[in-house]
């Protein structure tokens, strides 16, 4: 089972738009991938646990993770309006 059969047995993927490319990439190693977490929030919650879990397990299988919190991802801005944590 490859990764992104994993990820899809796990109920992680939900679609994808090119399946066979992605799964070629993955396999071929070292690809990069990364998510940020709200730093103005008061503490990360269930959902966050998913994307950290995600990154390990991208990581077990030969990939790089970044997690991301900080100004990077204040700087881009709340996308629900919101102006305060």
């Given at each position: 089972?490859?990764?992104l059969?994993?990820?899809?047995?796990?109920?992680?993927?939900?679609?994808?738009?090119?399946?066979?490319?992605?799964?070629?990439?993955?396999?071929?190693?070292?690809?990069?991938?990364?998510?940020?977490?709200d730093?103005?929030?008061?503490?990360?919650?269930?959902?966050?646990?998913?994307?950290?879990?995600?990154?390990?397990?991208?990581?077990?299988?030969?990939?790089?993770?970044?997690?991301?919190?900080?100004?990077?991802?204040?700087?881009?801005?709340?996308?629900?309006?919101?102006?305060?944590s």
């Open positions: 089972m490859n990764i059969d994993e990820l899809h047995w796990r109920g992680l993927v939900a679609d994808c738009t090119d399946a066979e490319a992605l799964t070629k990439r993955l396999e071929a190693g070292g690809t990069s991938l990364y998510c940020g977490f730093p103005t929030a008061d503490s990360l919650h269930v959902g966050s646990m998913v994307s950290i879990m995600l990154l390990r397990r991208m990581q077990q299988t030969g990939h790089r993770p970044i997690a991301l919190m900080g100004g990077g991802t204040t700087k881009v801005g709340d996308p629900s309006g919101k102006d305060e």
